[in-house]
């Protein structure tokens, strides 16, 4: 008889071969060879550091520049959550994110005494949201096709 943490491992080796998560991966992969997208997303961490250094200024930091990183920060953000790289990424993350909760939400359960074959969580889509299509190669401009 196969251990639990055996069954786990076998369990996980499902979720990576689901659309779900095949899905999530192609949307990670556009967004890693999407190269105007790296760029925003290293400009943001490099305003939020700015600012960051300001702030830890106190009373002397310069408000006018804080606002200025802020501003852009905004603008920056703003422009990669419309690419639609991220945004395929985004739906793809949330379906796998909702996967996750159903799945554990059914282990929960039955740890504390529910039927698993028949216990439904309360919250999560069960990966559904996906439909079972790979968002991730038609969302993503064609970069996997």
């Not at 909702?98 to 529910?114: F, Q, S, Y």
């Not at 559904?128 to 064609?142: L, Q, T």
Request: charged residues 25%; aromatic residues 6%.
């Amino acid at each position: 008889m196969q251990s639990i943490e055996e069954k786990a491992r076998a369990l996980a080796q499902e979720i990576q071969l689901s659309p779900v998560y095949t899905a999530w991966v192609a949307a990670r992969e556009c967004n890693e060879s999407d190269d105007a997208l790296c760029e925003q997303m290293r400009e943001l961490e490099l305003l939020r550091m700015q600012y960051q250094r300001e702030n830890a200024k106190g009373e002397a930091a310069d408000s006018a520049r804080m606002d200025a990183y802020n501003q852009r920060f905004q603008a920056v953000y703003d422009d990669i959550a419309q690419n639609p790289n991220m945004q395929a990424y985004q739906t793809c993350a949330e379906a796998l994110e909702a996967m996750m909760k159903r799945v554990t939400g059914i282990l929960k359960g039955a740890a504390n005494g529910e039927d698993p074959a028949t216990y439904e969580p309360e919250s999560g889509c069960g990966g559904g949201c996906c439909g079972g299509h790979s968002h991730g190669h038609s969302g993503c401009g064609g970069c996997h096709s």
